[in-house]
């Protein structure tokens, strides 16, 4: 039942997409025959100016998207080339995904620039690139027992229910608009894209605790689609909280770091000297590093502030130990 109301509070608020400054995707996965495109077909006919494709250019969408400021429903996203999915990606923020083209009007030449912000569902079998995937709401797609009718787009009951979600659009869009702006802000990408479908739920006076309940697999979604760190790189964190527990300030070469974190890693996962460093580099981990001895052997310093904090902004939660010791992270 979640899922229904995730799924209709997400179609609702492709009316408002304008007034947000950033979207969610959704992104419905699972086996052939398991009712996305049939999904679909069900969201063309009632979220916002809906327009359904299998395949189309970085510049017919930008186009589509800035003239309809409408809804892209991606059937079979699996094929999606792979230089789109930059723009796309970019594309769940209405600041990001800008296409400039050159143009002439009078045989004066100007900078044209449209826009492919907008409201975009995925359907696909296979998962999608982490960028891509990284702004979505998963929901897995089973193939089902029940029998639902076929849909040939001219029932009755969609012109019903798009008058309805037109008259809430120019009614209500100042209400929609003051609930959002009431919802505080978190700094986080999951806060960001769960903000707008939190005000519309608002908006329509949905309960708290359906709204929880609609949160809680909107977060599920959300989880599942976020990029976790290797096993090496949680590897060299184990390592170095260990260290970090027993001294302030300590200091240990690359072949330290190798050995410690051998019996942690399957044999594909071990880390080379130099793959190590990248990784250091990239965390941020080491205070300083010097080469030291004749045969200039690395040497990382590390401070056990420095390791906590970095602990505590990528594994969260699922890290305690030592959080006392910094106090509240930056």
Same mark, same amino acid.
């Given at each position: 039942?979640?899922?229904?109301?995730?799924?209709?509070? =997400?179609?609702?608020?492709?009316?408002?997409?304008?007034?947000?400054?950033?979207?969610?995707?959704?992104?419905?996965?699972?086996?052939?025959?398991?009712?996305?495109?049939?999904?679909?077909? %069900?969201?063309?006919?009632?979220?916002?100016?809906?327009?359904?494709?299998?395949?189309?250019?970085?510049?017919?969408?930008?186009?589509?998207?800035?003239?309809?400021?409408?809804?892209?429903?991606?059937?079979?996203?699996?094929?999606?080339?792979? #230089? /789109?999915?930059?723009?796309?990606?970019?594309?769940?923020? @209405?600041?990001?995904?800008?296409?400039?083209?050159?143009?002439?009007? #009078?045989?004066?030449?100007?900078?044209?620039?449209?826009?492919?912000?907008?409201?975009?569902?995925?359907?696909?079998?296979?998962?999608?690139?982490?960028?891509?995937?990284?702004?979505?709401?998963?929901?897995? /797609?089973?193939?089902?027992?029940?029998?639902?009718?076929?849909?040939?787009?001219?029932?009755?009951?969609?012109? %019903?229910?798009?008058?309805?979600?037109? @008259?809430?659009?120019?009614? +209500? =869009?100042?209400?929609? !608009?003051?609930?959002?702006?009431?919802?505080?802000?978190?700094?986080?990408?999951?806060? +960001?894209? =769960?903000?707008?479908?939190?005000?519309?739920?608002?908006?329509? +006076?949905?309960?708290?605790?359906?709204?929880?309940?609609?949160?809680?697999?909107?977060?599920?979604?959300?989880?599942?689609?976020?990029?976790?760190?290797?096993?090496?790189? +949680?590897?060299?964190?184990?390592?170095? %909280?260990?260290?970090?527990?027993? $001294?302030?300030?300590?200091?240990?070469?690359?072949?330290?770091?190798?050995?410690?974190?051998? #019996?942690?890693?399957?044999?594909? $996962? !071990?880390?080379?000297?130099?793959?190590?460093?990248?990784?250091?580099?990239?965390?941020?981990?080491? $205070?300083?590093?010097?080469?030291?001895?004749?045969?200039?052997?690395?040497?990382?310093?590390?401070?056990?502030?420095?390791?906590? $904090?970095?602990?505590?902004?990528?594994?969260?939660?699922?890290?305690?130990?030592?959080?006392?010791?910094?106090?509240?992270?930056?």
């Amino acid at each position: 039942p979640e899922h229904y109301g995730l799924i209709t509070a =997400w179609a609702i608020a492709t009316y408002f997409a304008p007034l947000f400054p950033a979207f969610p995707f959704l992104l419905f996965l699972g086996p052939k025959e398991s009712g996305k495109s049939k999904l679909l077909e %069900i969201l063309s006919q009632f979220a916002f100016n809906a327009y359904k494709v299998k395949s189309i250019s970085e510049a017919a969408l930008s186009d589509t998207t800035d003239g309809l400021r409408g809804t892209i429903l991606f059937d079979q996203a699996e094929n999606i080339d792979n #230089n /789109m999915v930059g723009f796309l990606a970019d594309s769940y923020k @209405r600041a990001g995904a800008k296409r400039r083209t050159v143009a002439f009007k #009078n045989r004066i030449r100007f900078i044209r620039e449209t826009s492919g912000y907008g409201p975009k569902v995925f359907a696909s079998t296979r998962e999608l690139d982490l960028d891509l995937t990284d702004r979505c709401c998963l929901i897995n /797609m089973q193939r089902t027992k029940m029998c639902f009718p076929d849909l040939f787009g001219e029932e009755p009951a969609w012109n %019903i229910v798009r008058d309805a979600l037109y @008259r809430f659009l120019l009614c +209500e =869009w100042k209400t929609v !608009q003051n609930a959002f702006f009431s919802i505080p802000a978190t700094s986080t990408r999951r806060g +960001e894209l =769960w903000r707008p479908l939190h005000a519309v739920l608002m908006s329509l +006076e949905v309960t708290d605790d359906e709204i929880c309940n609609i949160k809680e697999v909107f977060d599920s979604g959300i989880e599942r689609t976020k990029d976790t760190l290797s096993p090496t790189v +949680e590897a060299l964190f184990q390592v170095l %909280i260990e260290y970090a527990g027993k $001294d302030d300030k300590f200091v240990l070469t690359t072949a330290e770091l190798l050995q410690a974190m051998e #019996n942690l890693l399957h044999k594909m $996962d !071990q880390p080379n000297a130099r793959s190590l460093g990248k990784i250091i580099s990239l965390y941020d981990l080491a $205070d300083s590093r010097k080469k030291r001895t004749r045969s200039k052997i690395m040497h990382y310093y590390f401070s056990s502030s420095r390791i906590y $904090d970095k602990a505590v902004r990528y594994l969260g939660t699922e890290f305690s130990s030592g959080e006392d010791k910094i106090g509240t992270s930056q």
